[in-house]
């Protein structure tokens, strides 16, 4: 196969990239610039773009088997920290994510050839923020939040809708917290049980909607390989769990407690708006569809998964 990747110098993309070239194929990753892309996986190769149109990248979308669109700036910044929301950056997030999509679109347009699938990124933030008490599960076919992180998501799915038009299958791929130690949100998380001081954030009955990196990518890879296969998927693993659950299987796979909440209020003064995004809410999702399609998860338990990457 002939894979495109925009947003492939990240976590997700890097690692489906890596994935792909194991097996011998054909993986470009689109970037604006190639020079400086960074360590890709040995067999990928980086294409330039402008990540606003198809210019100049229309011969690596014309007959590609898929093209996997990630691309969108951070939602909690690129430093180890989470930096706060400004308005600026809050419509970076989404411009960056719109921009992309739109691009995508122009280079299926011109494709004399169409890709056979277009991968199209999301997030569980679809759902808005739940009480995990009050309501049930939330498959697909639930509604979308009402919040700044629902209205990105929905905007950033729509963007590729035009592709369906032109005759070519789209997935939607609505992910949740992804757990691996090359990025994300994890390593964070773990820091503080590192010093013995680990426990539940806020109120600690917050959902948490979780997927291991390796589930993550072979999702992706059996939605690209499965014709039938099309709509919206939720990619987190179908067991989740609360934040306090989640801090007490963590201090059990690194063999420290998990006796000391941390107060949400310290949170909100830390990283206003984000920090509600990050850890203070959640949704309790589950992958209905994935799992009516075939998928198996290689990871459905949070401590098989925690073990795994320990």
């Known amino acids: 196969m002939r ?3 925009t947003g492939g110098t990240g976590l997700i993309g890097r690692a ?3 994935d792909l070239v194991s097996d011998g194929h054909e993986v470009i990753v689109l970037t604006r610039n190639p020079a400086s892309a960074g360590d890709l996986p040995a067999g990928a190769r980086a294409v330039k773009w402008d990540a606003v149109s198809g210019k100049g990248w229309e011969p690596s979308a014309d007959s590609a088997d898929a093209i996997v669109n990630l691309a969108g700036e951070s939602i909690a910044g690129n430093g ?20 992309a999509g739109k691009a995508v679109v122009d280079a299926v347009r011109a494709a004399a050839i169409k890709p056979r699938v277009v991968i199209q990124a999301s997030a569980v933030g679809y759902y808005g923020s739940q009480d995990v008490k009050a309501q049930p599960p939330l498959g697909e076919d639930a509604p979308s939040g009402n919040d700044f992180l629902a209205d990105v998501v929905r905007q950033w799915e729509a963007s590729t809708a035009p592709v369906e038009e032109m005759g070519v299958r789209r997935a939607i ?3 949740g917290l992804i757990l691996t130690f090359k990025g994300g949100t994890l390593p964070l998380l773990a820091l503080p049980y590192q010093f013995f001081a680990g426990g539940p954030i806020g109120s600690g009955k917050q959902p948490m909607s979780w997927i291991h990196l ?11 390989e499965h014709e039938n296969a099309s709509g919206v998927f ?20 690194m063999g420290r407690p998990s006796w000391l909440p941390a107060p949400g209020f310290a949170f909100k003064l830390a990283f206003g708006e984000l920090a509600d995004a990050l850890v203070l809410s959640g949704q309790r999702v589950v992958p209905t569809r994935l799992e009516e399609a075939g998928y198996t998860f290689e990871f459905p338990e949070l401590e098989g998964a925690l073990k795994d990457l320990y």
């Open 16 to 18: 489906l990239a890596a």
């Open 80 to 99: 180890f920290l989470p930096s706060r929301w400004t308005a600026a950056r809050k419509e970076r997030i989404l411009q960056s994510r719109v921009n």
């Open 173 to 175: 791929i609505r992910t």
């Open 214 to 224: 390796q589930d993550e990518v072979k999702a992706i890879r059996y939605l690209i």
């Open 234 to 253: 939720n990619l987190t693993a179908p067991n989740p769990v609360t934040n306090a659950e989640f801090g007490q299987t963590l201090g059990k796979v």
């Open 3 to 5: 894979v495109v990747i």
